[in-house]
Structures are given as structure tokens and as C-alpha cells.
């Protein structure tokens, strides 16, 4: 009886959340630079109307939102599992160095493979990611012990920082350094449903594989010996949860670049109001991380329109207070 109970408030806070999202969705593309009504959106939509609003809103400002949603839900889905997983509270894609890898994997991709198509580029971006995990991971691990929460912050912070000053400097040797930070830090301007059509398939089966494995991301948060007092095997568990990582994050950083603390904020946020468990944690942050790009993205539109803020700027606005109030409460923040 509690479980269904336990179940039945889960849906009411689920179906909410998908409110909120259809609301943020539709508000975000309403708001902007160029005055639209839903009307234009209506038109936009069915293609009932072929003026030059609907034709602006069809061909930019659909796919960018959308854009802002599939990237949105990847960074918080895939920092939700980051934390179960290593029982990390400061863990995230942006400051574990899965960002940095993949920004120095797009500059080589543009020094060294001049007309990388885009496919080509978030093949880069999955390479890079992997690679930038796994030194954060060996550098975190040179001590003997534990990896301690601050420790591999504090190794992702080295680590990518050190990747961040290699993509430069080859941007400035190979004089690439415009064409790297269009990709970096151009955030979703210029999304296109070509862009689309590449990034989705990835993230949709990130996203639907981690929800599949939503209750063996409950059980590693715990511990490794519950989890295997109960029969799961750790390494191939462990080793599918991080090749679902660097799908998502790779496939983000290809199309806004560098950003961080999504995937930080939200998993906290979400545990607030559903506990701990992560086959609530999970589908409830898909949604709540696309509602928060899409207000990020709306922000950075209109907050000096008609010129635009970086979405990256915006996020790191709100997540560097709300780092340091996780640190501060050692971890523990709003869970």
C-alpha cells in the first residue's frame, strides 16, 4: 500500500513536471528578439502559414528550443547518474573534465580534418569526453583511499583546465582560435534540424537506456557491497553507465559546447522534491533539465535583446552560487 501510494504521488509530481515543461516549451518560443504570437506559432507548427515569422520560427527558433531540450535533459540525466554511480554529490559532466575532453577532441577535429562534418565532429566530442573522464578519474586515484568528493573536483578542475590551455593554444598556433570558439561558445545560436537530425538518435537512446537502468543506478548509490549482495555485476554495470555518459555529454558538447553545472543543479533539485531513488530521480530530471535550458536559452535571448546572452554565461550565473552551496553543505544541499 505504501508503494502504490509512493507511486501514485510520483506520477502527480511527474505529470507536473511535464506542465511546466510544456509551459517553459511553449513560452521560450514565443519570447525573443522578433515580437511573435501564438498564432505565428500555430502557423509555424502545421505549416498553415508560409510569412516571414513562421518561416523564423519554423527554421530558427524551433530547432533551437528543441535543441535546448534534447541538451538539457542529457547534461541533467547524465549528471543524475554521474552522482549515483560514484555517490559523488559534486559530480557533473562540466567539472569532472567530460566537457574540457570533448572541446580539446573538436579543436584537433577542426585543426587536423579540415570540413569535419558534424557527425564527424561529435564522433570527436565522445573520444575526447572518454578521454578526459578517464584522466580526471587516474589523477583523482593516485592516492591511495578512496576517491573523495573534493579530491576528484579538485582533479577535474587540473584536468580541465589543462585540456582548456592545449585547445587554445592550438587554436592560436593553427589560427583556428574563431572557428573553436563559434563552436564553444556559440551555445544553440544557429541550430539547425540538420544539427538535429545527428544529436537526437544519440540522446533519445542515452536518455531511454538510462531510464532502463534507473534501478541499478539506485543500488551502486548506496553501496558497491549492496549492490553486489544483490547480484549485480559491478563492472559491466559500471562500464554501460559510462559509455551512456559520454554518449550524452559528448553529443551536448557538439552542439552547444562548453557547459557546466547542469548536470550539478538539477539531480539536487529533483532529489527534493522525489527522494532518492533513481527511477524517479531520472525521468523526473529529463524534463526539469529541458525546462531549465529552455528558460536559460530564453534569458539569454531577451535579457538584452536584441543582442544575446550566452546560454553557457546564464547557466554559470545560476550553478557557480549553487556549487558552492552544495560544497558548503558538504554535499548534502537541497536532498
Known sequence: MMTRSRSSNFAYKLAGSIVVF???FAISLILGAADTTYQDLWHAITGSGMGDKALMLREIRIPREVGAILVGAAFAVSGAVMQGVTRNPLADPGLLGLTSGANLALAIGIVF???????GIMIACFIGAAVGSALVIALGSMRQGSLSPIRIVLAGAAVSAFLYA????LGLIFKVSKDVSMWTAGG????TWGQLQ???PVILFGLVATLFMSNQVTLLSLSDE????????LAQIKAVMFVLIVLLTGASVALVGNMAFVGLMIPHIVRRFVGTDYRYIL????????SFMLIADTIGRTLHSPYETPVAAVVAMLGLPFFLFVVRKGGKALS
Open 166 to 169: 592545449i585547445a587554445d593554444g
Open 22 to 24: 510544456v509551459l517553459c
Open 283 to 290: 525521468p523526473f530530471s529529463v524534463f526539469a533539465g529541458a
Open 113 to 119: 580534418i579540415p570540413g569535419l562534418n558534424y557527425f
Open 188 to 191: 544553440l545560436i544557429g541550430t
Open 198 to 200: 545527428t544529436i537526437a
Open 226 to 233: 549492496v549492490a553486489t549482495g544483490l547480484g549485480q555485476k
